[in-house]
């Protein structure tokens, strides 16, 4: 999950991503918080995941249509072989 998050996020920050003001997907943002481990690993989690009833299906959703592109953008795709996986 941390190659597509990661890329999410460069889109993000580059203004690349239009969701033509979804008011579902912005909640879904604001109630977003990013951890990561030691190994430079990041996934998306809720803030205080067993205490609120905030949501961040929508952005989870993101990032795995954003690892489904990627793959589909390798060279290696025909292969059954992923860009992550390749290098």
Do not use: Y
């Not at 190994?39 to 961040?56: C, D, E, F, L, S």
Request: glycine share 8%.
């Amino acid at each position: 999950m941390s190659p597509p998050c990661k890329r999410l996020e460069s889109l993000l920050m580059a203004g690349s991503i239009r969701h033509g003001g979804n008011k579902v997907l912005r909640w879904n943002i604001d109630c977003c918080s990013v951890a990561s481990d030691p190994a430079g690993n990041i996934k998306p989690v809720k803030p205080t995941r067993r205490q609120t009833t905030k949501r961040i299906d929508g952005i989870v959703a993101t990032a795995m249509a954003c690892g489904v592109w990627m793959r589909e953008e390798s060279p290696f795709a025909d292969f059954g072989v992923s860009s992550v996986n390749a290098a």
